[in-house]
């Protein structure tokens, strides 16, 4: 499975931006898919998930109300929306996949993806 992250770039508190993750090499709608982030000097955090099947999403409480996680399988991609964006929001964020049998109290860790992007830098201004 390849993944390819897109979407970043620069903002300033308050905006918007959507990244997109496009996903090759495996039937997609089977996947599992998860975004993550890595601030500087930090480890990298659960984001948002979406399952596969029945679409069902999770989300770090720090993102509730504020990022959507959603997927179109036809297209075989799956996006973050991010609103109201923070400058503690700055990271690189990547998306990653598995196509294991989902267990919402694994989504949150990154042992529980096989498969990860290469990452799109958001940097969000105050």
């Known amino acids: 499975v390849q993944l390819q992250a897109s979407g970043g770039g620069l903002a300033q508190a308050g905006d918007s931006l959507r990244l997109s993750c496009a996903a090759s090499g495996s039937t997609f709608s089977t996947l599992n898919m998860g975004w993550f982030r890595q601030a500087p000097g930090k480890e990298r955090e659960f984001v948002a998930t979406?399952?596969?099947?029945?679409?069902?999403?999770y989300y770090a409480d720090f993102v509730k109300g504020r990022f959507t996680i959603s997927r179109d399988n036809a297209k075989n991609m799956v996006y973050l929306q991010m609103d109201s964006l923070k400058p503690e929001d700055t990271a690189v964020y990547y998306c990653a996949a598995n196509n294991r049998y989902f267990d919402p109290y694994r989504v949150r860790a990154e042992y529980y993806y096989d498969y990860w992007g290469q990452g799109t830098q958001v940097t969000v201004s105050s």
């Open positions: 979406i399952r596969c099947s029945s679409g069902s999403t």
